[in-house]
């Protein structure tokens, strides 16, 4: 398997912005989404869609955010560990480091890293760099649609949209080739 094919598949498999600040939403919903939470440790469920495959593919297992460094730890259905920073994606398992790709090597990699890192790190205005914002809902729920703003963003990805209430519960989006991946969490095992 190609390097980008395996960066493709880990992006589709463990998880996956706009020029100025500018959200379409309601004022109200605009300082809900400034107090919004995502624990730096936590669980998660996970579940991706591939094209040319006839069942969804499911993980599950725990993250750890730290200093602009995102760890998903995988522990079914196989045991093993992502490091996620903005200019690299590394995956070990059993210790052994199986995959390293640096955005050197893959430029869209720096990106995509970079949606997940600012998900994790809730910085909504350095989404707003690559993605249009559009924030619907109420108080107790809301949904932040994210679309690319940029066509190198769009080659890998076609739309992302966050889900929650006080904290992020869910994280859906659609490569371009529209396979889905879809990532609850939670602040406990489940």
Known sequence: MTKTRTLLLFLGTMLSSIGSYAFEMDPKLESQLSQIELSNTGFFKQENKLQGIPFP????????????????????????????????????????????????????????????????????????????????????????????????????????????DTKIRRFEFTKSNKDQTVIWFTDEAK
Do not use: C, M
């Open 57 to 164: 593919i499911k993980s599950s297992g725990h993250y750890e955010f730290s200093a602009g460094t995102l760890t998903w730890k995988n522990i079914s259905p196989v045991k093993s560990s992502l490091i996620l920073t903005a200019d690299s994606i590394e995956q070990y398992v059993a210790g052994e480091k199986r995959l390293s790709v640096s955005a050197e090597e893959q430029p869209i990699l720096k990106t995509i890293n970079q949606l997940f890192l600012t998900l994790f790190d809730r910085d909504w205005s350095e989404l707003s760099e690559s993605f249009k914002l559009k924030l619907t809902g109420s108080e107790k729920t809301w949904e932040l649609k994210l679309t690319p703003k940029q066509e190198a963003l769009e080659v890998a990805i076609e739309s992302a949209t966050v889900f929650g």
